[in-house]
Antibody, heavy 125, light 111 residues
Framework: QVQLVQSGAEVKKPGASVKVSCKAS????????ISWVRQAPGQGLEWMGW????????NYAQKLQGRVTMTTDTSTSTAYMELRSLRSDDTAVYYC??????????????????WGQGTMVTVSS | QSVLTQPPSVSGAPGQRVTISCTGS?????????VHWYQQLPGTAPKLLIY???NRPSGVPDRFSGSKSGTSASLAITGLQAEDEADYYC???????????FGGGTKLTVL
């Protein structure tokens, strides 16, 4: 079945970096974009950015520009999100989510129909 | 402060109808961008409930419906059931921010 499986929980110190993976299965990976969404404890959802699995084009949230990098490895159907210079307020569950519609190259607003199970990232000294 | 405004909580008795509002502005919902709704059960990932303002993915009961008018959208749930108790989020796109935006979320309590 169509699914996204994420890597396990991480504990990092302030100033460090974290890289979360999201492995896709059950569909043609390069036909859909992937967004990353995070949720701080007890808080709402925050969109972090999007990557085209077709050509690697990205669109990052302004707030995270310069600290976040999203990449894909089409040979393993895996998307990655790296966040640098971690702060305590980056503590959150990080989700990857697939665009509902096929998209080849350019970003476009879309619903997210498949979500990963989430990865808890804790930033603490 | 979320770009899209939702009530923090709503409640209803089993069998009743509840609605959750999502209020935006001329740079998001009012600009014609679609609104999508998600249900998040405790400790789980969000699940797509409504896409494109009023469309249900396969498997979502027809007790759930969505609508959009002007700068606002609404999610209606009829025949409320205990299993509907969850957090609900609206999502759209904001052209001023150049970003996908979510509402702050609404906690539905089934009395």
């Amino acid at each position: 079945q169509v699914q996204l499986v994420q890597s396990g929980a991480e504990v990092k110190k302030p100033g460090a970096s974290v890289k979360v993976s999201c492995k896709a299965s059950g569909y043609t990976f390069t036909s859909y974009g992937i967004s990353w969404v995070r949720q701080a404890p007890g808080q709402g959802l925050e969109w972090m950015g999007w990557i085209s699995a077709y050509n690697g084009n990205t669109n990052y949230a302004q707030k995270l520009q310069g600290r976040v990098t999203m990449t894909t490895d089409t040979s393993t159907s895996t998307a990655y999100m790296e966040l640098r210079s971690l702060r305590s307020d980056d503590t959150a569950v990080y989700y990857c989510a697939r665009d509902r519609n096929r998209r080849f190259g350019g970003f476009g607003p879309d619903a997210f129909d498949i979500w990963g199970q989430g990865t808890m990232v804790t930033v603490s000294s | 402060q979320s770009v899209l405004t939702q009530p923090p909580s709503v409640s209803g008795a089993p069998g009743q109808r509840v609605t959750i509002s999502c209020t935006g502005s001329s740079s998001n919902i009012g600009a014609g961008y679609d609104v999508h709704w998600y249900q998040q059960l405790p400790g789980t990932a969000p699940k797509l409930l409504i896409y494109g303002n009023s469309n249900r993915p396969s498997g979502v009961p027809d007790r759930f419906s969505g609508s959009k008018s002007g700068t606002s959208a609404s999610l209606a749930i009829t025949g409320l059931q205990a299993e509907d108790e969850a957090d609900y989020y609206c999502q759209s796109y904001d052209s001023s921010l150049g970003s996908v935006v979510f509402g702050g979320g609404t906690k539905l309590t089934v009395l």
